[in-house]
Each structure stands twice: as structure tokens, then as C-alpha cells.
């Protein structure tokens, strides 16, 4: 068995350019918790998404999805890809990979710590997600369980990965057909083991004000059935 530690781990922060007061609040809580940390330019999709047209199925999209493609989706999947290149390219073992509106339970670097020891039972792991549900047990990590999930498990603020993963994945990902944290949860079509550390010690607050969907999900544009 492999014995991982945070001497293996990179940890990249997505962020945009503009999105000060999420930086700042971002780095107040890494530093806080004595990590450190890679920040990444996030991809604007209200101002760079036409330069990504060429390799979004818009049509796949919009049929599997059942929403319109906002620009924004086109900026966080090409983003989180981004990220999953310079894993790829690392000495970095494994990757934690944050978006900018991530909040850390106190135990979060104990769980950390356990994930990293634990780390040759699984592939992707969430720290956090917007759904995880029907949660099947698979095992556990201290006082933590490792759940696989029957219903939608989506999120990714707050996730980590192996750089093995992304070195084979991240060809396959190049053209976008879904969201980002729908496609990573295909681990049946991808191959890799994609498991929740519950209870999760880190959760997403974005003040109700998403950089993607609005207020209270005012951009979205559900299409009919």
C-alpha cells in the first residue's frame, strides 16, 4: 500500500480575475489552515466563452442537460480542465482542486490527512458537494465514511485527485457535452473510483449569488421536456 501525505498534494485555487473579496476571503482560510496554494485564473465564459465554441456540443448539451448553456458552465468546465492539465504535468501525486466559494469545517485537515493515508481507495474524491444522494457505504477512513452513491452526486468545490487520473483523463475530456461536475460523476463511462468523504468536512457558500446561474438561479433556462 501506498503511503501518501501532503508532501504529495498540490492544491489549486479557481478563482476569477475579478472576484476580489472571494480571493481574499479564499486565502484568508487557507492561510489559516497553513496551506499552501497555486492560484488559477479562472476561465471568464461571459468574455472568453466563443474563444471554447469549437469543442462544446451545444446540441448534447442542451438535450442531456435540459437547460440552456450559459457561458458561464463553459468557463468552470474548461477551468476545472485547465487545472487537471497542470496535475497532469506536476510532481504532484494528487491534486486538491477548490473553487472560490469553498468554507473548511474544523476537521478539515484531519480528514485531509486521512484521504491522503487513504488514498489507494479511490480515484476522485469530494470533500463537499451541491447533491450526494443515496449514499452507499464503502468503506471508512477513520471516522469517515467513504460513500459511493446510487442518486445524482454532483459538486466541484472542493474535490481531490490523482495525477494518474488526470494524465488519462483529460484527453477525453477536450470537447464539453456536459457540465463539469455532471461529466466527472460519469466515473462508469471514465473508469475511476469517485467516492464522498462523509461527513463532508468542507461546504459550498456563495452567499446565494452563484458567478454562473444568478441569484437564486435567475440565468437558468430550463428547456421544455
Known amino acids: 500500500m501506498t503511503h501518501y501525505s501532503q508532501t504529495d498534494l498540490k492544491i489549486w485555487l479557481i478563482n476569477l480575475d475579478h472576484a476580489n473579496t472571494r480571493r481574499s476571503q479564499m486565502s484568508d482560510r487557507l492561510n489559516a489552515l497553513g496551506l499552501d496554494y497555486e492560484r488559477f485564473s479562472a476561465v471568464d465564459g461571459n468574455l472568453r466563452s466563443n474563444e471554447f465554441m469549437s469543442t462544446v456540443d451545444v446540441t448534447y448539451y442542451e438535450r442531456f442537460m435540459g437547460q440552456r448553456l450559459l457561458p458561464g458552465k463553459v468557463g468552470c468546465y474548461f477551468s476545472h480542465l485547465a487545472v487537471w492539465e497542470l496535475l497532469s504535468k506536476s510532481t504532484a501525486k494528487i491534486g486538491l482542486i477548490l473553487e472560490d466559494d469553498a468554507v473548511f469545517h474544523e476537521d478539515f485537515l484531519d480528514a485531509l490527512e486521512l484521504a491522503m493515508a487513504g488514498a489507494d481507495h479511490w480515484d476522485l474524491l469530494r470533500l463537499n458537494s451541491t447533491r450526494a444522494s443515496m449514499p452507499i457505504p464503502q468503506g471508512r477512513l477513520g471516522p469517515y465514511h467513504l460513500n459511493a452513491y446510487l442518486g445524482r452526486f454532483t459538486g466541484n468545490g472542493c474535490y481531490l485527485l490523482h495525477r494518474d487520473v488526470a494524465q488519462r483523463l483529460v484527453p477525453a475530456l477536450g470537447t464539453m457535452k456536459l457540465a463539469f461536475e455532471?461529466?466527472?460523476?460519469?466515473?462508469?463511462?471514465?473508469?475511476?473510483?469517485?467516492?464522498?468523504?462523509e461527513p463532508f468536512p468542507s461546504y459550498v457558500d456563495d452567499g446565494g449569488v452563484s458567478q454562473i446561474i444568478g441569484t437564486n438561479g435567475e440565468n437558468m433556462q430550463k428547456l421544455p421536456r
Open 182 to 197: 455532471h461529466e466527472i460523476g460519469r466515473y462508469f463511462a471514465h473508469n475511476y473510483r469517485l467516492f464522498g468523504m
